[in-house]
């Protein structure tokens, strides 16, 4: 007899005790185990004692907000997807949730329903990453200095270690496999964070940041380059 598949588990950070608790029988009936906390601290030792397989976060907490609580968890290496939900529907709050490495963002207002989609479709990109990267022989992506290993999950730069994160190494896994080509950023959203639908911008933050990994001046980039008003090309070593 197989063993049941185990609930995937949530950790639902929210100052707004109604919210939390909603968003808590939604996930519950959509089959996940859901843990509500109220702030920072209480969210950075619900990710230590529970070990969730993804996190909502508000922005918005008393004490230590949102941002922070993420960096922490960056800074400690824990790789957990996190989608950060927030009032500030501004740009600059959006982009920066997206630029430090956040997995998906969702404004409030929204509907629960919306969210618990959301994160289904998270968890589900990252299962199937890790299945690509399991099923079988798969080549070596070089360029120059660059190699990545799609089937291990590493990537060095001059053989030193590049410190990606899984939507990075993704990032690069895709231009890597198709140099010279424009890539535009609703193929790359579609390929990469697997939506039919999104903000362009994302892609262009985690180009940003990819940049920083692998050009000698990310300011004046030679290998990702940007094909202006489309999207992005690898320009291979010669």
Known sequence: MSATPSAPRVL???????????????FEADGFEATPVGDGLAALEGVRSLDPDLVVLDLSLPGMDGLEVFRRLRVAGCGIPV??????????????GLEIGADDYVAKPCSPREVVLRARSVLRRGAAATSSALAGPSDVLRDGDLELDPRAGTATRSGQPLPLTPREFA????????????LERDEILRS???????????????????????????ARPRRLVTVWGRGYRWDPAP
Do not use: C, N
């Not at 950060?84 to 709050?93: I, N, S, V, Y």
């Not at 990032?171 to 424009?182: K, N, S």
């Open 12 to 26: 639902v950070v929210d100052d707004d005790a109604v919210l939390r608790s909603v968003l808590r029988d939604y």
């Open 171 to 182: 990032l690069l896994e895709r231009f890597l496999g198709r140099p010279g080509e424009l």
């Open 83 to 96: 989608i950060m939900l927030t009032a500030r529907a501004e740009q600059p709050e959006r982009i920066l």
């Open 192 to 218: 990469v964070w697997h939506w039919e639908y999104g903000d362009p911008s994302t892609v262009t933050v985690h180009v940003r940041r990819l940049r920083e990994k692998v050009e000698e001046d990310p």
